[in-house]
Nanobody
Framework: VQLQASGGGLVQAGDSLRLSCAASGRTFGSATMGWFRQAPGKEREFVASISRRGILTDYAASVKGRFTISRDNGKNTVDLQMNSIDPDDTAVYYC???????????????WGQGTQVTVSS
């Protein structure tokens, strides 16, 4: 699976932003998809994940209620809708694919190149 993240940019606190990840390969529909982020000087952290058919989702406590992950298996895409964005959300956001639901980076086999989100206060 090859992953390409897009949609990042410079936004103001309180704004909304939608990230998208396009996947190539026939195994997309059988993969759990996740979003992670890495802020400057910090370790990469889990943001959200969604099961193969989109039935199950999981979120980090810091984004729960503000971010929504969704997927379209027909289009091989997974999106991250980010609402009420905060300066603490500033990071490079990565999409990733895993054989199972997990918040752990080591469980994800494929990674996209990342898209920068910068939030000004």
């Amino acid at each position: 699976v090859q992953l390409q993240a897009s949609g990042g940019g410079l936004v103001q606190a309180g704004d909304s932003l939608r990230l998208s990840c396009a996947a190539s390969g026939r195994t997309f529909g059988s993969a759990t998809m996740g979003w992670f982020r890495q802020a400057p000087g910090k370790e990469r952290e889990f943001v959200a994940s969604i099961s193969r058919r989109g039935i199950l989702t999981d979120y980090a406590a810091s984004v729960k209620g503000r971010f929504t992950i969704s997927r379209d298996n027909g289009k091989n895409t997974v999106d991250l809708q980010m609402n009420s964005i905060d300066p603490d959300d500033t990071a490079v956001y990565y999409c990733a694919a895993s054989p199972s639901m997990s918040p752990r980076m080591e469980d994800y086999d494929y990674w996209g190149q990342g898209t920068q989100v910068t939030v000004s206060s």
